[in-house]
Nanobody, 123 residues
Framework: QVQLVESGGGLVQAGGSLRLSCGAS????????AGWYRQAPGKQRELVAN???????NYADSVKGRFTISRDNAKNTVYLQMNSLKPEDTGVYYC?????????????????WGQGTQVTVSS
């Protein structure tokens, strides 16, 4: 079964940077629209940034100017570059993507989530 797999999380001091990656495992043709979400303890999951298949981007107000979402279609990978990190950026970051997958002889679309990667920003 196709899964999205995140990597790149960790512990960083305030003001530091991290780069998250989201790739696909399994048989997949493409990741179409994709996004990064995060969930802080005791809070609901929220959208951080998303990107269309053509590269149009959208950001939460709280991360504009600090985070950059990008993609490498040849590698079926989506990235989130996070700069000037703040303690309030702490949370589990999840990758979400609409994938095109070959099931038997038909291409089908699925909404996939990764397992999440922890980002902790210390003050």
């Amino acid at each position: 079964q196709v899964q999205l797999v995140e990597s790149g999380g960790g512990l960083v001091q305030a003001g530091g940077s991290l780069r998250l990656s989201c790739g696909a495992s399994g048989s997949i043709f493409s990741i179409n629209a994709a996004g990064w979400y995060r969930q802080a303890p005791g809070k609901q999951r929220e959208l951080v940034a998303n990107i269309t298949s053509s590269g149009r981007t959208n950001y939460a107000d709280s991360v504009k100017g600090r985070f950059t979402i990008s993609r490498d279609n040849a590698k079926n990978t989506v990235y989130l570059q996070m700069n000037s990190l703040k303690p309030e950026d702490t949370g589990v970051y999840y990758c979400n993507g609409v994938t095109s997958e070959l099931i038997g002889v038909r291409w089908r679309s699925f909404d996939r989530w990764g397992q999440g990667t922890q980002v902790t920003v210390s003050s």
